[in-house]
């Protein structure tokens, strides 16, 4: 599955840096809750995959948004 098809909806921002990780080549060997230090915590390859996803909010790629439930983001869709 591709990153675009991953966040076709809203995603909470810890699953959508998984995701990201994951297209990147990370994480291939483990799931979602096997890697959640990696968001929760403070640490260099966690908060480099939350300012990916800013920097791609930027670039126009993605979608972000703060509510209902906090940070989440979406891949950008110009008919959304």
Excluded: C, I, Y
Excluded at 15 to 38: C, N, Q
Excluded at 67 to 77: A, G, K, T, V
Aim: hydrophobic fraction near 45%.
């Amino acid at each position: 599955m591709a990153f675009e098809d991953d966040l076709a909806d809203w995603t909470h921002w810890d699953g959508a840096a998984f995701r990201l990780g994951r297209a990147l080549g990370l994480f291939t060997d483990r799931g979602f809750t096997e890697s959640k230090w990696v968001f929760w915590t403070a640490n260099p390859l966690g908060d480099g995959l939350h300012e990916a996803l800013l920097a791609l909010v930027q670039a126009g790629v993605l979608d972000r948004r703060e509510e209902p439930d906090d940070e989440q983001f979406r891949w950008h869709s110009p008919d959304a």
